[in-house]
């Protein structure tokens, strides 16, 4: 059974700092950031985003805990009746077994119990497993961004 249990400030601190390395690293993938601004770009968005940290309005943080197993973290926004997941993860030694796919359920449940009924996230385009995951349990894509770097060989 599937629990999240609202994250201490202390955990909250832990997860803000893992979560900006794993955002800054998205980006820089994504080719969005130059590595050396990364962490610096992807902690004023969180400043930005999170003003009063764990308390800011709206903005709720679990950990997620499967039979007493902490095995992951969540961060959603409620708005009304729309919820905006800004992250979810599942640890690593604790995925391809169906976790993430029982976490997203019991997320929705628990979203649609506080009378969300629209839930929205982001994805970057190089996770495809998580892409996977979203088409999986009924999130279905509203916005692609695409691109494309020309090579020189190209050009001529």
Do not use: C
């Not at 973290?73 to 599942?90: L, Q």
């Not at 019991?106 to 009378?115: A, D, F, I, R, V």
């Amino acid at each position: 059974m599937i629990i999240f249990r609202v994250k201490t400030d202390f955990e909250f601190d832990l997860f803000r700092k893992s979560t900006v390395k794993t955002f800054a690293a998205s980006n820089v993938i994504a080719g969005n950031w130059k590595e050396s601004e990364s962490e610096s770009k992807a902690s004023a968005l969180f400043e930005q985003l999170l003003p009063d940290g764990n308390s800011t309005t709206g903005h709720e943080f679990y950990t997620i805990l499967e039979n007493r197993d902490e095995i992951g973290a969540v961060w959603v926004y409620v708005e009304g009746t729309t919820a905006f997941i800004f992250d979810i993860e599942i640890s690593k030694s604790f995925r391809g077994i169906g976790l993430g796919k029982k976490s997203m359920a019991s997320l929705e449940t628990n979203l649609k119990e506080q009378g969300v009924n629209k839930i929205k996230l982001h994805v970057f385009g190089h996770n495809t497993i998580a892409r996977n995951l979203y088409s999986k349990v009924g999130f279905l894509e509203t916005d692609v961004t695409m691109e494309k770097t020309i090579t020189e060989t190209e050009m001529k």
